[in-house]
């Protein structure tokens, strides 16, 4: 057997292992949130203009929130991109567009960290347009 053809498994069974502890995370984050008073409206919801991981409500404020499963912030930071932003603030505004949302909108960004230690940054990227 050739050595590439045995990375691939390795390559798949990886990308799972990432996927499944991405869900861990996102399943984690929505706990966290509802304890902190949110109620989540959509998990992994999709448009056509992007991807949202959560989307959660707390009195007239939607926000769409990104959820890193990361060792450190600036790795979790740096994993988002301008263009991801962009993506995100869209989604947000279509989702409330479509339930008829007319207050505060917020793209928020949560990390999952060592000992699934959470930090919620509220309100990450004060530069994305909605």
């Given at each position: 057997?050739?050595?590439?053809?045995?990375?691939?498994?390795?390559?798949?069974?990886?990308?799972?292992?990432?996927e499944?502890?991405?869900?861990?995370?996102?399943?984690?984050?929505?706990?966290?949130?509802?304890?902190?008073?949110?109620?989540?409206?959509?998990?992994?919801?999709?448009?056509?203009?992007?991807?949202?991981?959560?989307?959660?409500?707390?009195?007239?404020?939607?926000?769409a929130?990104?959820?890193k499963?990361?060792?450190?912030?600036?790795?979790?930071l740096?994993?988002?991109?301008?263009?991801?932003?962009?993506?995100?603030?869209?989604?947000?505004?279509?989702?409330?567009?479509?339930?008829g949302?007319?207050?505060?909108?917020?793209l928020?960004?949560m990390?999952?960290?060592?000992?699934?230690?959470?930090?919620?940054?509220k309100?990450?990227?004060?530069?994305?347009?909605?």
């Amino acid at each position: 057997m050739a050595p590439s053809s045995r990375r691939v498994p390795d390559q798949k069974s990886k990308r799972k292992q990432s996927e499944k502890a991405g869900r861990r995370a996102e399943m984690l984050c929505a706990f966290w949130l509802r304890l902190k008073g949110y109620r989540i409206l959509a998990t992994r919801y999709r448009s056509p203009a992007g991807e949202i991981d959560l989307i959660a409500k707390r009195d007239n404020l939607i926000a769409a929130i990104e959820v890193k499963n990361r060792i450190n912030r600036n790795d979790a930071l740096l994993a988002i991109r301008p263009q991801q932003q962009h993506r995100i603030a869209r989604a947000l505004a279509s989702y409330a567009g479509h339930i008829g949302h007319h207050g505060d909108l917020r793209l928020d960004l949560m990390i999952v960290g060592k000992w699934y230690r959470i930090e919620h940054l509220k309100n990450a990227w004060r530069t994305a347009p909605l």
